[in-house]
T-cell receptor, first 112, second 111 residues
């Protein structure tokens, strides 16, 4: 069966520090991969999505970047965190062409 | 992206049916209507989806208007565990693979 792993569950980082959040999917190949951010009390904002290795689409220009070095690995990064980067970050995957997307448990990032 | 409009919040009582509306007046012929829900401090989970016909599964029913400009998610007998934010989104079956969520409806269930 397919599973999605996202870590860490919580993270506290100082302003100006780098960030790397990793998401991996098991049990499938060539999935579509997504990164979302949810600010406190707000809806889900799509940050990046990828339909294949090295293919990244950015939805919102900001202080973040994404990479997909392997088929089932999706990484969200920042060189220098801002206070406004705080939020709940969610990784998701969807079989290409299928309807249902599956979400990870999320990383709650607090920038201090 | 075709946009959806949902009420910010709704309230219902336990063991009563709940009808969650969604307007999508700019829906295209190839857009599927999807519903997800997000429990507190968790990622969203898929609930149901449909194209033209009404759909039923173990979680809920989806009623789609004949002109497809609106839909309603129906929870037949709400429980306290159904308290969540419910998102109605449109996904183009052709081309674009991105999933764009709106603000959703925060459903509160009273015991």
């Amino acid at each position: 069966s397919q599973t999605i792993h996202q870590w860490p569950a919580t993270l506290v980082q100082p302003v100006g520090s780098p960030l790397s959040l990793e998401c991996t999917v098991e049990g499938t190949s060539n999935p579509n991969l997504y990164w979302y951010r949810q600010a406190a009390g707000r809806g889900l904002q799509l940050l990046f999505y990828s339909v294949g290795i090295g293919q990244i689409s950015s939805e919102v220009p900001q202080n973040l970047s994404a990479s997909r070095p392997q088929d089932r690995q999706f990484i969200l990064s920042s060189k220098k965190l801002l206070l406004s980067d705080s939020g709940f970050y969610l990784c998701a995957w969807k079989p290409s062409g299928a309807s249902e997307a599956f979400f990870g448990q999320g990383t709650r990032l607090t920038v201090v | 992206d075709a946009k959806t409009t949902q009420p910010n919040s709704m309230e219902s009582n336990e063991e009563e049916p709940v009808h969650l509306p969604c307007n999508h007046s700019t829906i295209s012929g190839t857009d599927y209507i999807h519903w997800y829900r997000q429990l507190p401090s968790q990622g969203p989970e898929y609930v149901i989806h449909g194209l033209t016909s009404n759909v039923n599964n173990r979680m809920a029913s989806l009623a789609i208007a004949e002109d497809r400009k609106s839909s309603t998610l129906i929870l037949h007998r709400a429980t306290l565990r159904d308290a969540a934010v419910y998102y109605c989104i449109l996904r183009d079956s052709q081309g674009a693979q991105k999933l764009v969520f709106g603000q959703g409806t925060r459903l509160t269930i009273n015991p």
